[in-house]
């Protein structure tokens, strides 16, 4: 069995994937409490409510707003983590790109509760940050000096892990055996983003098969990352069946020749639906079924060895299917 957690974040990040090796793999961290403006904006549209109504107590809910409830639909990453998969050890964590909405939280989750790692995926970049950034951020700082320290392969009390730095075709034990395809990025994507100082498409975009299904996870890679994967790997190579949706399910990380090759049948959004900034009606043109954790919250995706796909929301019932291939 596969099965892919995308959890409920708010604007950010945060995946873990239980492979059928038994290992357990990590996609980026966030550990939002709360909603960022443009996440109430869309929500109180998508409840048909003004926003002074939907922020209002009492106004649906007896004792809470609609604010309250979507607000209680977020998880922290630790607390999934222990209610899911407490003492396994995570063997493989990948850190898509260095932004801060798909890092905030590493601190707590590795250093100060501890959770054992083993492998630690990173894109070799530039970028740096000091303490004046984080003035006014909704990020800490603590998760970036703790970053670095993983990159560089020291974990809490002296503790070491192995580093890997994987490029396009990149094979090897630590992967290959887990059926997971590096299709992005390359020195030349990486080389951009750091002149550039964005790094969105230097982002890991990995390729995870299993009983037929194919899975694409592409953290914020847009069209550059896009066209530089369909010029040199090809189209066939990049159909799949579940995608998630880059850049949060935003326009700038939909490219209609990309999602045209990989012509997915289900489309998952962390966080999508931002008004003036969604792709998620793009996506539906391709005749996927769009999911957004926002309105779901964290969406479990499972694979069977039959190939058969299951989409559950938090609530654990079944939101979309896949029949079985075999």
Known sequence: MLTLHFLNVGHGDCTFVELPSARLMMI????????????????????????????????????????????????????????????????????????????????????????????????????TKDEDDFANSPYAYVDWLVYRLLRDGTGPNNSTHKVIHNLRGDNGHYWSDDSIEV?????????????????????????????????????????????????????????CDVFKAAHHGRESGYDEDAVSAMSPDIVICSVGKKPSTDASDEYASHGADVLSTRFHGTITVSVDSNGKVTVKNRKGEEIAALPRLY
């Open 28 to 127: 980026d961290i966030n550990n939002s409490t709360s909603l960022p403006e443009s996440d109430v904006l869309a929500l109180a549209e998508h409840e048909g409510v003004s926003l002074a109504r939907f922020m209002a107590k009492g106004a649906y809910f007896q004792a809470r707003s609609w604010e309250d409830y979507y607000e209680s639909l977020l998880v922290d990453p630790h607390d999934y983590y222990v209610d899911h998969f407490s003492g396994r050890s995570v063997f493989r964590y990948i850190q898509t790109h260095p932004d801060m909405d798909h890092m905030g939280g590493l601190h707590r989750f590795f250093w100060q509760e501890e959770v054992t790692l083993e492998n630690f995926w990173d894109v070799e970049h530039n970028k």
């Open 183 to 239: 299709l992005s990025p390359t020195t030349e994507l990486i080389s951009a983003c750091n002149t550039s100082e964005n790094y969105n498409n230097c982002s890991y975009v990995l390729k995870l098969t299993y009983a037929g299904r194919t899975v694409i996870l592409p953290g914020d890679a847009e069209r550059p990352a896009w066209t530089s994967m369909l010029e040199d790997l090809g189209e066939d190579a990049m159909k």
